[in-house]
């Protein structure tokens, strides 16, 4: 268990390790969703057709036929991806049009449904159960075994008290894992494990490809589910751009907090992007140690990200204790950090 309050920083190289396409594979997965072309004018020769429905759906829900403004905005992204840091700086970069941005989030959300789908986190559907063997050799092991070392069976309660999470995927893998892991481990039913883990407080800055059922049985998209174009739209419009969550005066000030309150901050296949690391910097913080991954980061670049998590965390340098970036994966790095992180210093 934790005994400090600790908050997890997690990027796409965290669920890299169930499966999940890295953020430069993202890009190139969205540009051919994206990229729609027609031969005769209407049999579409590339471009994912759910995106293709999702869009007809759109232009019959507001009485338009003209698919074409949407059209070329996706071929506009597909050709911009191989340039582009990430998906998200593309869509900032045009955050001014709402074409792009809109057919932007329908490549999201059909990627990142698709990425569940076919992780090592993905269900059973005869019997909607996971194979948590499958992720043995992810991060979601130790940390599960960091979470409940010296926890028992009746005293759950409480268990995520010390522990946050700020994840900047669009996936909803940590809450899926952690329901199911926790009902086997435990031996308590699904509904009791969704209980405990409603208690977690868990922030998603770009949003999320929907709640889960059992978070929110209305308007829910069910983990890695089969989907329709019909149905993309709504659960696109549950992603949020950079420009959008800026806005998010609430969710900035929750991710803040979170990030202010921590007496440990651990960062999980985070790739320290400038603009995140505007969202999480804070304007004071108390004495805290810091841990993060740093995988096939170069020595000059982890020297300026140091100084720059050193810089996010508040005037004081003198409140952050230490900085410990490692060239690991981060299931690696869980099994080689696991004592620092949860016991006090």
Known sequence: ????????????????????????????????????????????????KRVIGAIQHHLNQKGERDGNPYYHAGRAIASGMAQAISIDNYL??????????????????ASILEAEKRSTLAPDRDRETVDLSAVSNSWYTPFFQ????????????GIFDNVAFITFNYDRCIEHYLMHAIANYF???????????????IEHPYGQVGRLPWQNPRGSTAFGKDFHGQELPEIA?????????IEDGDMLARTRRLISEAEVVVYLGFSYGDMNMELLSVDQAGERSIFGTSLGISAPNKKVIERDIINSMG???????????????????????????????
């Open 187 to 201: 031996r308590i039913d699904h509904r009791e494990a969704q209980a405990l883990v409603h208690q977690l407080r």
């Open 237 to 245: 419009a549950q992603i949020r751009t950079f420009t959008e969550r």
């Open 92 to 109: 900032h970069a045009h955050a001014e049009e709402d074409i792009i941005t809109w057919v932007g989030k329908l490549g999201i959300a």
């Open 1 to 48: 268990m934790f005994e400090q309050r600790t908050v997890f920083i997690v990027g796409a190289g965290a669920s890299r390790e169930i499966n999940f396409p890295t953020g430069a594979e993202l890009t190139g997965i969205i540009a051919n969703k994206v990229h729609i072309a027609f031969s005769n004018g209407w049999e579409p020769t590339s471009g994912d």
């Open 315 to 345: 005037p004081d340098r003198n409140a952050v204790k230490s900085v410990e970036l490692a060239d690991m994966t981060c299931a690696d790095f869980l099994r080689a950090y696991w004592k620092p992180i949860i016991r006090w210093m």
């Open 146 to 157: 960091m979470l409940t070392e010296g926890i028992q069976r009746t005293a759950l309660d």
